[in-house]
């Protein structure tokens, strides 16, 4: 799908996976998609440039596996013009810099790819999650 480069294009898309996947996906893997989405959306709004026509470009992607569905996210937009997203360490106070930490944490895996259009930031979600023992179930 494709979303304007804009705050308003992170809704859109959190909107579309979320109709599309209720029915699919466990509803504790569909939120952390759905924040996974609204990360890698609002970092290409305040850090890359659009696509051509001021938009992102956003699409997910189900493959059967033995142990269910890996599922991908993907993320495209004009790139930025610096060495591209990154963990970065942020202060207790600092008002940005942990997003790529949300997505670190609940993804299997992430990644960058660059080419001379642009970039796209990946994040891929195994059917079995991996055991978290550093997180603890509130209350």
């Known amino acids: 799908m494709v979303v304007p480069h804009h705050p308003g294009g992170a809704r859109l898309a959190r909107h579309r996976l979320a109709a599309e996947l209720a029915d699919v996906v466990p509803p504790t893997l569909l939120a952390d998609l759905i924040a996974v989405l609204a990360e890698l959306v609002g970092n290409a709004v305040r850090h890359a440039r659009p696509l051509p026509g001021g938009v992102i470009r956003v699409a997910w ?6 142990k269910g569905a890996l599922i991908q996210l993907r993320v495209t937009d004009g790139g ?3 060495t591209g997203p990154r963990l970065r360490t942020a202060s207790p106070d600092a008002a940005d810099g942990r997003g790529l930490h949300i997505v ?14 642009g970039q ?7 059917p079995a999650p991996t055991p978290r023992p550093d997180l603890v179930p509130a209350g």
């Open 80 to 82: 930025s013009g610096s």
């Open 120 to 126: 796209r930031v990946w994040a891929e979600f195994d």
């Open 61 to 66: 992607q189900l493959r059967p596996s033995t």
């Open 104 to 117: 670190a944490g609940l993804a299997t895996r992430w990644g960058v790819e660059q080419d001379g259009m």
